[in-house]
């Protein structure tokens, strides 16, 4: 069974910082990459920043050198680090696992969502 649960989400004021955080159940899944998402009023759903199990880091051009992905593989935690938040950065951050479901084969699964507003 997979299930992610995001948190840390909130109203910033241009320039701020947030930390989301994304815990992790992972029961009989081999994980590929995990990463952030973000979705905005009207746009379509987007790469925001991902981790492959091989430490590999991808990040959207728009957040690269403000936002930061990690993985706590021990604890089963994802994070996004964001810095010098841009009212543009508006949106529902979702967190996503790829990877191999035992018995299933290749599934990702989503986070509920968490809303962050940048706004003075």
């Known amino acids: 069974q997979v299930h992610l649960v995001e948190s840390g989400g909130g109203l910033v004021q241009p320039g701020g910082s947030l930390t989301l955080s994304c815990t992790a159940t992972?029961?009989?899944?081999?994980?590929?990459?995990m990463g952030w998402y973000r979705q905005a009023p009207g746009n379509e759903r987007e790469l925001v920043a991902r981790?492959?199990?091989?430490?590999?880091?991808d990040y959207a051009d728009s957040v690269k050198g403000r936002f930061t992905v990690s993985r706590d593989y021990a604890m089963n935690l994802l994070y996004l680090q964001m810095n010098s938040l841009k009212p543009e950065d508006t949106a529902v951050y979702y967190c996503?696992?790829?990877?191999?479901?035992?018995?299933?084969?290749?599934?990702?699964?989503w986070g509920q969502g968490t809303q962050v507003t940048v706004s003075s």
């Open positions: 992972l029961n009989a899944f081999t994980v590929i990459a």
């Open positions: 996503n696992a790829d990877g191999y479901e035992a018995g299933v084969g290749r599934r990702e699964y």
């Open positions: 981790v492959t199990r091989g430490g590999n880091t």
